[in-house]
């Protein structure tokens, strides 16, 4: 495994686990998230390195385009969270439960 | 929801799994997956409900992780064999990795907590969409995979979700949450015969689909969401009371209805593929799930439960929301089961 491969990846792996152990704020998921994009955003700019070649230059726009869609959408329900929970606190989301 | 809002939304949720199912590489399927995540997360919130939005904001947790996942495994792999394309996909932990981010997209065990929460949050129609169709485009990927991941992953995967599929089930007495769990449960029936036959694979997905279908717009038409209020929808539309305990059955897969079909072919595969005792496993799951479709089936039809008079006269007005696709479904679940020769023939040979 590549120095390369190996930081991305474990700027990855911290971020998936931050998202999965989230513990008080829904804020802090999101966040998570985001960070996880951003290393696969350092992993394809990376790859055009990797390849010595400007075959696959425009991968790391479209990903970018659409994590940052998904990131104002996660945002607008951070918001209407907050609206019909009056939080965003992770204990107050337990109206669905058995 | 403004029309052309609404318009759009189903647009792009066609989209998002068309572009999946063409593509060959894994950015542009990931890109699909988004764009079925995105366009269903305002369908879910069209009634500001508390329940919607706590269901929206968990299933876009979940779904995004599961992409972000798919991303990176894909990633890896590019890193480590220097492949994008979705059917050579060789290196184990990249398999392994995308095997568990499509089970968590699809709500297989172990990664299933999701699904109950989900669905009982959202309206019978938005919770159909998400039984039916947001599982097409995951299982494209999964059909592509299953060749290069661990034999053994699928099948613990498969098993584990048959048991808790069955097992899950059996505390609730929500309609959505029962729906939920039989989805668990029949994703892992076809998990467990995907590396031995893709084509059965996806026919248990079609099966599956038309019975979901036809069970969820059953409850839309007597709006029963509760195992209490199906055992008064019996006065709102007898036909549909007395076909929904048929449709129960065929979700439980009793022959000779169209639910037998799929386990059936299963079964005979994995003892064909010399695997008898997970064959014996996988049908004995099969009974926990048949434990609650049975109890419905009691609530529905073969029982009459003690309600007071006046609950059990209303005015048999014509239903509002017919849905055109209800006859035809209730129909194919009830009735396919001979055809399985032309059907086998059709797909499998």
């Not at chain 2, 699909?32 to 919607?52: D, K, S, V, W």
Request: glycine content about 4%.
């Amino acid at each position: 495994m590549t120095p390369v491969h190996f930081s991305f990846t474990a700027a990855f792996t911290l971020g998936l686990m931050g998202l999965a152990f989230h513990r008080t704020h829904l804020l802090s998921a999101l966040i998570c998230l985001e960070g996880m994009m951003l290393s696969l955003f350092i992993a394809l700019s990376l790859w055009t390195l990797q390849l010595e070649a400007t075959a696959f230059s425009t991968a790391p726009m479209l990903l970018l385009a659409f994590s940052a869609c998904e990131a104002s959408a996660g945002l607008a329900l951070l918001v209407a969270t907050a609206r019909t929970h009056g939080t965003d606190r992770l204990q107050n989301l337990n109206l669905l439960q058995c | 929801m403004s029309p052309y809002v609404f318009t759009l939304l189903i647009f792009n949720l066609g989209l998002g799994t068309t572009m999946t199912f063409a593509s060959s590489h894994w950015l542009l399927a990931w890109m699909g997956l988004e764009i079925n995540t995105l366009a269903i997360i305002p369908l879910m919130t069209r009634q500001h409900h508390p329940r919607a939005v706590e269901a929206t904001t968990k299933y876009f947790l979940t779904q995004a992780t599961a992409a972000a996942l798919i991303l990176f495994a894909s990633t890896s792999n590019a890193w480590l064999t220097g492949e994008w394309a979705i059917n050579q996909m060789s290196h184990p932990l990249a398999t392994s990795t995308i095997m568990l981010a499509l089970a968590l997209k699809l709500g297989l065990a172990p990664v299933h907590f999701w699904m109950p929460e989900v669905i009982q949050g959202l309206d019978l129609t938005t919770g159909l969409v998400l039984s039916t169709w947001q599982k097409l485009a995951p299982f494209a990927l999964l059909l592509q995979v299953s060749s290069t991941v661990n034999p053994l992953i699928l099948t613990l995967i498969g098993l584990l979700s048959t048991l808790i599929g069955g097992w899950g089930g059996l505390n609730q007495t929500q309609l959505r949450k029962i729906l939920a769990y039989s989805s668990i449960a029949h994703l892992g029936w076809m998990v467990l015969i995907i590396q031995f036959s893709p084509p059965l694979a996806t026919l248990s997905l079609l099966i599956y689909i038309i019975m979901t279908t036809s069970a969820f717009l059953t409850f839309k038409l007597t709006s029963s969401t509760t195992m209490n209020a199906l055992a008064t929808s019996w006065t709102k539309s007898p036909m549909m009371t007395s076909l929904a305990t048929l449709i129960l059955l065929s979700l439980a897969g009793l022959p000779p209805l169209t639910g037998f079909m799929p386990k059936w072919l299963i079964l005979q595969e994995l003892v064909k593929q010399d695997l008898p005792m997970l064959a014996f496993f996988a049908a004995m799951t099969a009974l926990l799930s048949l434990y609650f479709y049975l109890r419905l089936c009691y609530t529905v039809a073969l029982t009459s439960s003690p309600n007071t008079i006046t609950m059990l006269t209303p005015w048999r007005l014509n239903p509002t929301q017919t849905s055109p696709l209800n006859p035809l479904t209730t129909m194919l679940t009830l009735a396919l089961l001979p055809l399985t020769p032309a059907i086998l023939a059709l797909v499998i040979y």
